[in-house]
């Protein structure tokens, strides 16, 4: 069965500091597909990056980064140079097709508070 | 562009009541629909999908069900409330395929 394990339930760290959020997955699946969410305190879940699992690159999105090792199942998340609007609750997923449709598997999620 | 509503944004119910929450997706067609609860815990936990119309596939038996009436709009339904229901219920959509979801605003249940 798919696993995401995100071991960091919470993380506190001053505003202008970079921070990462771990992020481990169990799959059988040779194709699979790997997200990040955040949710900031309003609670709707907002999209952040797709990566699918032929794709090892690491991509940049302007603060953000993130590195994908296939080698250590983990998808990691960076924020750098954080701001006390990154303050949320990240979510990793990992995708799941059953009958015509993916699903997603959640990690439990992990609080950033970024203090000013 | 997709946008994709729910409601009512809050709710209050005793043990033991109906419930019906509502989400439509506005701006595209047959998309794959969804309902996760999100307990106190912050994880979620997918209850129902949908491929499509009349197609309701159920991830966790429970007191809960789900129907898709029309394209566009995911129902989420109980015939009676237990205290456990309790929680935030989020909707979402995507296409067909290897694609992210996009998630509704979602509507907070508290069962009294």
Do not use: M
Request: net charge neutral; hydrophobic share 35%.
């Amino acid at each position: 069965a798919q696993k995401v394990t995100q071991a960091q339930t919470e993380i506190s760290v001053v505003e202008k500091e970079d921070v990462t959020l771990d992020c481990v997955y169990e799959t059988r699946d040779t194709t699979y597909y790997l997200f990040w969410y955040k949710q900031p305190p309003s609670g709707e879940l907002v999209f952040l990056i797709r990566r699918n699992s032929f794709d090892e690159q690491n991509e940049i999105s302007g603060r953000y980064s993130w590195n994908f090792q296939k080698s250590t199942s983990s998808f990691n998340f960076t924020i750098t140079a954080s701001q006390v609007v990154d303050s949320a609750v990240y979510f990793c997923a990992l995708s799941e097709v059953s009958q015509g449709a993916q699903k997603l598997v959640f990690g439990q999620g992990t609080r950033l508070t970024i203090n000013p | 562009s997709q946008t994709i509503h729910q409601w009512p944004a809050t709710l209050v119910q005793p043990v033991g009541s109906p419930l019906s929450l509502e989400c439509t997706v506005e701006g595209t067609s047959n998309p794959n629909l969804y309902w996760y609860r999100q307990a106190a815990g912050r994880g979620l936990q997918l209850l129902f999908y949908s491929v499509g119309i009349g197609q309701i596939s159920s991830e966790v038996p429970q007191n809960l069900s789900a129907s898709r009436p029309q394209d566009r709009q995911f129902i989420l339904s109980s015939k009676k409330l237990l205290l456990s229901d309790s929680g935030f219920y989020l909707c979402a959509w995507s296409w067909s395929g290897p694609y992210e979801q996009y998630f509704g605003p979602g509507t907070r249940l508290t069962v009294t």
